[in-house]
């Protein structure tokens, strides 16, 4: 498959701005610093939740709890994705009983890949309350689930897609839509 860009809609600064706009709702929503823990889905999601803690840390001057969280075994479309998915080991060295999860990723679209970090985030207990914070929302959903934080909201045809890209994985922030070209 091809891909033409066709608009930039986050450069580096208007990136970390949207970080800094979500880690003050969060903390105005959130009355105690102390109940939240942050949990990324892997792989661009976890680089955010990283960076929304270093934020919500220089607001609040309180350490917040990080995580990442591989959902490749709980995808309902393994067998398409790929005959040998490659699994990454989740990071969450924290209990999670009784906290607000805030749980980060990088676009929601059907909402699939939630419902998979959901049930992989039960399966390590039982919080108090899962939040969600997204950098993008390009609509389409399949399932009933809206995010609590969101970065922008971009609406999308089926022809495009949203690509995030990080300096600790593609070396420069900006998030791009591209074109399918057939």
């Known amino acids: 498959m091809i891909l033409r860009e066709k608009a ?51 607001i609040s001057n309180m350490k917040v709890p990080v995580g990442a969280l ?41 909402g699939r890949t939630i419902r998979c970090a959901l049930d992989a985030l039960i399966d390590y207990g039982r919080p108090a309350q899962i939040q969600l914070a997204v950098l993008v929302d390009r609509g389409h959903r399949e399932l009933p689930i809206r995010a609590d934080y969101v970065g ?12 995030v890209k990080l300096a600790e994985v593609d070396g420069k922030d900006e998030v791009i839509i591209c074109e399918k070209v057939e």
Do not use: C, W
């Not at 922008?152 to 690509?163: A, D, G, R, Y």
């Open 8 to 58: 930039k809609i986050l450069d580096k600064d208007s990136m970390n701005r949207t970080l800094e706009r979500i880690a003050h709702e969060i903390l105005e929503r959130n009355k105690s610093v102390d109940e939240i823990a942050i949990i990324g889905i892997k792989n661009r999601g976890a680089y955010l939740a990283g960076r929304l803690a270093d934020k919500i840390k220089d």
């Open 70 to 110: 591989d959902i490749t075994l709980y995808r309902d479309d393994l067998t398409q994705v790929s005959e040998q998915p490659v699994v990454h080991a989740t990071e969450i060295d924290f209990d999670i009983e009784r906290k607000k999860i805030m749980l980060v990723d990088d676009v929601l679209y059907t």
């Open 152 to 163: 922008k909201n971009v609406p999308t045809s089926f022809k495009e897609v949203v690509e």
